[in-house]
T-cell receptor
Framework: TQLLEQSPQFLSIQEGENLTVYCNSSSVFSSLQWYRQEPGEGPVLLVTVVTGGEVKKLKRLTFQFGDARKDSSLHITAAQPGDTGLYLCAGKINAGNMLTFGGGTRLMVKP | NAGVTQTPKFQVLKTGQSMTLQCAQDMNHNSMYWYRQDPGMGLRLIYYSASEGTTDKGEVPNGYNVSRLNKREFSLRLESAAPSQTSVYFC????????????????FGPGTRLLVL
């Protein structure tokens, strides 16, 4: 069982649709990051959230950190083919020195 | 500025062979990491180096060794490769040390795809 569970694992939608992906845990995280990874490349950081209840917006992407700092969501408005990729959440537990990644959500946006 | 570079890009090994994966960063970062990525598993930390001269085990260190050669370079060695080590390996670096939390960006290399037969 992974410390960070992401859902759904796969998502295929049409251009223009909205979507939300989730990152859940039973552990409390001091901070959490979202990455996007394209085929053949390493992950690229999208955002870091550190405060419970925090909401950050990056153009059409909205990121929310749960009040209890155990979960997070990523909402994409009017998805575009360029949003296609693997979305990974990663968190740091308070007392730990390691970054823990979720299994990822693979998103495909069809034209 | 090349960022984080990794060599080789692809490698096929036979069970029992050894090899070293190389990683270098030109951003003067303190901390460097080695991850492996398997389908549906996200990235799992193998080893990390918080600063030059120090290394620590991550989540899945068995079967691997690392060397922080200098501030720029962090290598990962497989002494006796096993099929279970077939994976994509990513090196990453960040300016911050791990206990500073995630307030700094981790920069990833393009990965090394390893197949162990």
């Amino acid at each position: 069982t992974q410390l960070l569970e992401q859902s759904p694992q796969f998502l295929s939608i049409q251009e223009g649709e909205n979507l939300t992906v989730y990152c859940n845990s039973s552990s409390v995280f001091s901070s959490l990051q979202w990455y996007r990874q394209e085929p053949g490349e390493g992950p690229v950081l999208l955002v870091t959230v550190v405060t419970g209840g925090e909401v950050k917006k990056l153009k059409r992407l909205t990121f929310q950190f749960g009040d209890a700092r155990k979960d997070s969501s990523l909402h994409i408005t009017a998805a575009q083919p360029g949003d296609t990729g693997l979305y990974l959440c990663a968190g740091k537990i308070n007392a730990g020195n390691m970054l823990t990644f979720g299994g990822g959500t693979r998103l495909m946006v069809k034209p | 500025n090349a960022g984080v570079t990794q060599t080789p890009k692809f490698q096929v090994l036979k069970t029992g062979q050894s090899m070293t994966l190389q990683c270098a960063q030109d951003m003067n970062h303190n901390s460097m990491y080695w991850y492996r990525q398997d389908p549906g598993m996200g990235l799992r930390l193998i080893y990390y180096s918080a600063s030059e001269g120090t290394t620590d085990k991550g989540e899945v260190p068995n079967g691997y060794n690392v060397s922080r050669l200098n501030k720029r370079e962090f290598s990962l060695r497989l002494e006796s490769a096993a099929p279970s080590q077939t994976s994509v390996y990513f090196c990453a670096s960040t300016e911050a040390v791990p206990w500073e939390g995630l307030r700094r960006t981790q920069y990833f290399g393009p990965g090394t795809r390893l197949l162990v037969l």
